[in-house]
């Protein structure tokens, strides 16, 4: 897989990378308590379906819905179920669409109706990594450059950066290699450059950064809260552009 893309590719992603985030804040806005996310990823799937294109994550490797739902202490891949969200809980919705080859990946944590301080500034802490991550993404700085960014504004704020997963390259598939970590060292790691487009997506822990993985489904180990947003990030000669909003 490329990991400098074409002009024709760049087009196309980006135009995928649009949907996606009129299709994601479409989704953050039907989310409210009583729902189950079974239901929410229902809405999402007709959606989905009305815009034309596919959501490659069902049937991937098993996963069996159109989105990744991840409540409160779930820290990723979340599969929606009867649960039924509560005002106070905290979502992530993730959400990756593909059409004629080309794919996006998006993803957002919202609260659900009144939610409490503390998950609320660790909602916005996340995004402030991201943003950070954002900022880093420069040509001629590295995937270090990025990773250190995030996980010392994370860090800074005593909360913790999981480990088990990371963004990841984007565009003619879900997930393209190199990985792209949300901890690293200025310098190190892959150098970036233009053509470049890739998935940033902190996933930072209330506590410790320690995960229980059983299947798909991924928590923290003790039991605290977990939260996550991502962008696609389009390196350019002398900056980069982010594909996707929230
Ligand atoms: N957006 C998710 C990620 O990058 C996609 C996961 S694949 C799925 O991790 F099958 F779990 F949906
Ligand atoms: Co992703």
Redesign the pocket.
């Known amino acids: 897989m490329g990991m400098i893309k074409s002009q024709k590719e760049i087009i196309e992603i980006s135009k995928m990378a649009e949907l996606i985030s009129r299709l994601l804040q479409k989704s953050l806005s039907w989310v409210s308590p009583g729902m189950s996310t079974f239901a929410l990823d229902a809405m999402i799937e007709a959606e989905i379906d009305r815009m034309g294109v596919v959501g490659p994550?069902k049937g991937?490797?098993g996963?069996p819905a159109v989105s990744?739902l991840s409540v409160n202490d779930q820290v990723?891949?979340g599969i929606p179920d009867g649960t039924r969200l509560q005002e106070g809980d905290i979502i992530d919705i993730?959400?990756?669409i593909e059409k004629n080859g080309y794919f996006a990946?998006c993803?957002k944590t919202i609260g659900v109706g009144k939610i409490s301080k503390e998950a609320s500034r660790l909602m916005s802490v996340t995004e402030e990594c991201l943003s950070r991550g954002i900022k880093a993404a420069m040509p001629g700085n590295t995937l270090g450059d990025v990773g250190f960014a995030i996980q010392s504004h994370a860090e800074s704020n005593s909360y913790s950066v999981v480990r088990n997963?990371t963004g990841?390259f984007i565009g003619l598939d879900?997930?393209e290699d190199p990985m792209v970590a949300n901890y690293g060292t200025p310098h190190k790691g892959m150098e970036l450059k233009p053509g470049m487009i890739f998935?940033i997506?902190p996933m930072i822990n209330q506590g410790s950064r320690g995960v229980i993985t059983r299947g798909?489904d991924a928590r923290t180990r003790d039991g605290k809260l977990s939260s996550r947003c991502?962008h696609m990030v389009f390196i350019t000669e002398r900056g980069n552009k982010v594909l996707t909003f929230h």
Do not use: P, Q
Request: hydrophobic share 25%; charged share 25%; with cysteine.
């Open positions: 994550c991937y490797e996963f990744c990723t891949h993730d959400l990756v990946d993803s997963y990841h879900m997930h998935c997506e798909w991502e």
